[in-house]
């Protein structure tokens, strides 16, 4: 079934995610489209456009999981995930348990390693069970977009084959479900030459000025896959590594807070708007037009 093309908004749910194996749970947030009209919602500091938990337009629709990064927050994406609802995506984003803003203690371990990967799969799992999508997801539609650390979580969700700094394997699952990567300025080192499994189409945009995620996470990326020709490449002129962050209210913005802040002479309110367009325009291309869908 053809999708319309209708003026679509943007519905919201928030709900959260058992980890019954570990005895662990954490929150995530739903976007996805409707034709019900929004309204301004805070979710903390963060102001979002949003119809709360209103109807699913009609149609089918590809699934998008975000992976924040060290120490980030699953709201830290907004503009790429309220830009993906509005144009015919259902956006899942779970705050990774141990390693975002208000609790990493699992920074720098073996255990956030496999916890990155298995979180994301299990999202994937919960959503696509919800009685609320279940006739609206198109499952052998599904990417994952991975910013810094996400960035690994999404290459080890691919196929990709990580070992701790001590030369240990990590023992992480793939997910033959994802059908393609964004990767945002990917931390990469834990795979060295371990990406042969991953045949995925990627889109990998890197920042210029990046000291934590440096161009040879990239290089590792691009000389490892085993079709280089499967990776579309970018490096953001004058970006930093936090550029890749939606923009923070003004209140949050001040030199002392590094995520607001980008290289001098970068407008990460224009780059948003194009970074958008771009993330879609590669979905469009490998997850709709390979569905037979139009949008």
Known sequence: MANK?????V?????????ELKGISFPAIIHYPTLESPTLVAFGPYVMEVSVDSIIMEGQFPLIVISHGNGGSH????TISMHLARHGYIVVMPEHYGNNRNNNTLENTEENLVLRPRHISITINVVTQMAFFQESLLLESIAVIGHSMGGYTALALAGGVPYTREGKKVDVAADPRVKALVLLAPGAGWFADNLQKVTVPILLLTAEHD???????????????????????RKVDNAGHFSFLSPFPETMRNPN????????GFDREIFHQQLQVEISIFLNAILIKTSGLKW
Do not use: C, H
């Not at 519905?11 to 980890?19: A, M």
């Not at 934590?212 to 085993?226: E, H, K, Q, R």
């Not at 807070?257 to 001098?264: G, R, V």
């Open 5 to 9: 093309r209708v003026q679509s908004y």
């Open 11 to 19: 519905g919201s749910k928030q709900i959260t995610i058992e980890d």
């Open 75 to 78: 709201l830290l994406y907004r």
């Open 211 to 233: 000291p934590i995620t440096p161009d040879w996470n990239a290089a590792v990326v691009i000389n490892g896959v085993p079709d280089s020709s499967m990776v579309t490449f």
């Open 257 to 264: 807070f590094q995520p607001a802040t980008d290289p001098q």
